[in-house]
């Protein structure tokens, strides 16, 4: 997996605790995380875009399965380790990732630091940085 960090402008207001909004789709994570006026942008990829079996190889497509789910909840586990310190989590993407990861969050007890979970499509990371703020009204 690839892990990416930017620093943006410290833009945010003072935040009670660590606040972070996440864009999740099945091929990469941004994490934005609000805390004591700083803002910070994490770039997660998960690889799948990059996972494909060798040319003439047959495999089952339950082991296919298998083997996404696990390369899955290794990329939510990635995920989890950079939001861990979070008291507030805001969570945003398409499709079924964000409920996956979601449902991850409840599995490791931390569903209670899930703010809201919302639709989106693409978004530039200063987008994401942006609904965030707006979310915990730091604007």
Same mark, same amino acid.
């Given at each position: 997996?690839?892990?990416?960090?930017?620093?943006?402008?410290?833009?945010?207001?003072?935040?009670?605790g660590?606040?972070?909004?996440?864009?999740?789709d099945?091929?990469?994570?941004?994490?934005?995380?609000l805390?004591n006026?700083?803002?910070?942008?994490?770039?997660?990829?998960?690889?799948?875009?990059?996972?494909?079996?060798?040319?003439?190889?047959?495999?089952p497509?339950?082991?296919?399965?298998?083997?996404?789910?696990?390369?899955? *909840?290794?990329?939510?586990?990635?995920?989890?380790? /950079?939001?861990? !310190?979070? %008291?507030?989590?805001?969570?945003?993407?398409?499709? =079924?990732?964000?409920?996956?990861?979601?449902?991850?969050?409840?599995?490791?007890?931390?569903?209670? *630091?899930?703010?809201?979970?919302?639709?989106?499509? /693409?978004?530039? !990371?200063? %987008?994401?940085?942006?609904?965030t703020?707006?979310? =915990?009204?730091?604007?």
């Amino acid at each position: 997996m690839d892990i990416r960090n930017d620093k943006l402008p410290d833009r945010a207001a003072t935040v009670s605790g660590q606040s972070i909004g996440i864009w999740l789709d099945h091929r990469k994570a941004v994490v934005t995380t609000l805390h004591n006026n700083e803002e910070r942008t994490e770039h997660i990829d998960s690889g799948l875009d990059r996972w494909h079996e060798a040319p003439g190889a047959s495999v089952p497509p339950d082991r296919q399965d298998n083997r996404r789910r696990n390369e899955m *909840h290794k990329f939510y586990g990635v995920v989890f380790s /950079k939001i861990k !310190d979070a %008291q507030n989590i805001y969570l945003i993407g398409p499709g =079924f990732a964000k409920k996956e990861f979601a449902k991850f969050l409840e599995e490791k007890s931390f569903s209670g *630091h899930l703010t809201a979970v919302e639709s989106s499509d /693409k978004m530039t !990371d200063g %987008q994401i940085a942006a609904a965030t703020r707006d979310f =915990f009204k730091l604007n």
